[in-house]
T-cell receptor, first 115, second 117 residues
């Protein structure tokens, strides 16, 4: 069975600095999707970035980028020029392509941004 | 309204009550999901519906009963709940089966904060 592990329950970053959130996963599938979701306090969970496993190029969305290491089964999120609005819970998620619609989520990392 | 909406946003109920949670998606998606989110635990997938058909029931107790009358609406009927069922219940939708773009990406509603007394 697939698993997703986020080993950092909490991280802090100074405003305008860069922070990297870690995620590792385990799967026997060769094709899948990986996601980072952001859940601000008492607000809706939103998609930050998505990566297709067959693409070697790392996904980027403005200040957010990933370091996808398929062989190591690692999918870290880098947030550059951190802003106060980046403070949230960040969830890493995996979704296979074998026909099931099951998404597997990690336990999340709480990111604090210090002014 | 756009995106995924959920009502009510907050619900307090006794163990003998019967209540329902509602989810509506305005994205034209074909799959809808119920998740339970408890503190310090991964999101727990409860049910999956694709084109109104239930495709996943993740060993959820029968006191939770889902209903999907059409591709845009999803309900979670609750009865004789336990205090440990108190959690944030999230609904999500996705467009499955298409290649490219943001297919197979879930979009979440704001959740219903449920407290069982």
């Amino acid at each position: 069975a697939q698993t997703v592990t986020q080993s950092q329950p909490e991280m802090s970053v100074q405003e305008a600095e860069t922070v990297t959130l870690s995620c590792t996963y385990d799967t026997s599938e060769s094709d899948y999707y990986l996601f980072w979701y952001k859940q601000p306090p008492s607000r809706q969970m939103i998609l930050v970035i998505r990566q297709e496993a067959y693409k070697q190029q790392n996904a980027t969305e403005n200040r957010f980028s990933v370091n996808f290491q398929k062989a190591a089964k690692s999918f870290s999120l880098k947030i550059s020029d951190s802003q106060l609005g980046d403070a949230a819970m960040y969830f890493c998620a995996y979704r296979g392509t074998s026909g099931t619609y099951k998404y597997i989520f990690g336990t999340g990392t709480r990111l604090k941004v210090l002014a | 309204e756009t995106g995924v909406t959920q009502t009510p946003r907050h619900l307090v109920m006794g163990m003998t009550n019967k209540k329902s949670l509602k989810c509506e998606q305005h994205l034209g998606h074909n799959a809808m999901y119920w998740y339970k989110q408890s503190a310090k635990k991964p999101l727990e997938l409860m049910f999956v519906y694709n084109f109104k058909e239930q495709t996943e029931n993740n060993s959820v107790p029968s006191r939770f009963s889902p209903e999907c009358p059409n591709s845009s609406h999803l309900f979670l009927h609750l009865h004789t709940l336990q205090p440990e069922d108190s959690a944030l219940y999230l609904c999500a939708s996705s467009q499955e089966g298409l290649a490219g773009g943001l297919a197979d990406t879930q979009y979440f509603g704001p959740g219903t904060r449920l407290t069982v007394l």
